[in-house]
């Protein structure tokens, strides 16, 4: 009895372990793009870390 106990224990978790068809966490073609594109946009509104300057507009000579 606790053999069958056992294996009927075993084949219910071997169960689970199927492939679904896709794997968990993976993303679609359509996600991809997605991410392709906002990434894209990203890039063409970053500015140059080097071309950002610091104008001082308050030049007090006082000193």
């Known amino acids: 009895m606790n053999r069958f106990l056992g294996a009927a224990a075993l084949l219910l978790a071997l169960g689970g372990c199927g492939s679904g068809g896709s794997t968990p966490g993976a993303m679609s073609g359509s996600e991809a793009q997605a991410l ?28």
């Open 36 to 63: 392709d594109d906002a990434a894209a946009m990203l890039d063409a509104n970053s500015v140059d870390a080097n071309a950002a300057t610091i104008v001082d507009t308050n030049q007090d000579d006082t000193q």
